[in-house]
């Protein structure tokens, strides 16, 4: 029986990632690597509706990488895996999960009596190990005005558009330095009113989401400084998004932790599109 979803809110539930990330046609979702693997796992929902824009065939892409401190991933599967889950829900009533497709696993090794133990023959001398998979939202009332028609960044000159990204990144860097959160909130609109949109917030939710975004800028903690040999560009989103990140991976724009031992650094992925040339780049 088909169930009408009124406000329909697509999420992934990653139940368990040792290490890696997550795309979504092409445009990165989690980025989990660094100490935090050493043990343990990443949980959590991931919600959709902002990444897809619109209903359609979409491909998610699982890198599965070594846990801290490995250079290849481990031939036992209960230490390197993942388990991806895609589920849609009304958007405020949690008990309403419908499972949108079987769930994406790592491959499984087998027990060898031999050895006494299990091992995982797929994942063996590997750096990485990437599984697609495809899968359908169907349910969304809306389009989006995301980066679908933006332009294709692939075709320009990379110098130039490097240029032109440190330059904006720049600026976002001074605006968070200086707790500028007006003109923060400014720049920001376009993502607001995307994020806004995608997740169906009522105006006191919009007025709370700008608070927070605030408050987390009042904070006064220090920012990573922005140095170029520190950082490099990223065009994804196949060719209609691009950011700067660190040469680790990381997010190039991070306030660092106020209690490092137990937490680690706040960062902000900041993605940016061109509409049209003429008006240059924007947070998207």
């Not at 769930?103 to 001398?125: A, D, F």
């Not at 990485?128 to 359908?136: S, W």
Request: with cysteine; glycine share 4%.
């Amino acid at each position: 029986m088909k169930i009408n979803l009124k406000k329909p809110y697509y999420t992934i539930y990653v139940y368990a990632l040792s290490a890696g990330e997550i795309w979504i046609n092409d445009v990165p979702i989690l980025h989990w690597v660094g100490a935090q693997t050493a043990e343990g796992v990443y949980n959590g929902a991931i919600p959709l509706n902002n990444i897809v824009l619109e209903n359609g065939v979409f491909q998610l892409e699982c890198k599965l990488m070594p846990r801290h401190g490995n250079k290849l991933l481990d031939q036992n599967d209960a230490r390197d895996s993942y388990s991806i889950g895609f589920d849609k829900r009304e958007v405020d009533n949690i008990k309403s999960n419908i499972l949108v497709r079987e769930h994406m696993k790592s491959p499984y090794g087998q027990y060898i009596q031999k050895e006494g133990r299990v091992i995982n023959k797929t994942l063996e001398n590997l750096p990485i190990y990437i599984q697609k998979t495809k899968f359908e939202v169907t349910d969304l009332p809306f389009v989006l005005n995301g980066w679908q028609k933006s332009v294709d960044l692939i075709a320009l000159k990379e110098e130039k558009l490097l240029t032109d990204v440190l330059r904006y990144y720049r600026q976002i860097h001074s605006l968070m330095s200086s707790n500028n959160t007006s003109k923060l909130l400014e720049i920001f609109k376009e993502k607001l009113e995307l994020q806004e949109q995608a997740f169906y917030f009522s105006e006191e939710q919009q007025i709370s989401f700008r608070q927070t975004t605030m408050e987390l800028s009042n904070q006064k903690l220090e920012i990573l400084p922005l140095h170029t040999e520190d950082l490099k560009l990223q065009i994804m989103g196949y060719g209609k998004l691009v950011r700067l990140v660190r040469l680790d991976g990381s997010a190039a724009l991070q306030f660092k932790s106020s209690n490092p031992e137990k937490h680690s650094n706040i960062e902000f992925d900041i993605k940016l599109h061109m509409r049209n040339k003429e008006n240059g780049l924007t947070i998207i």
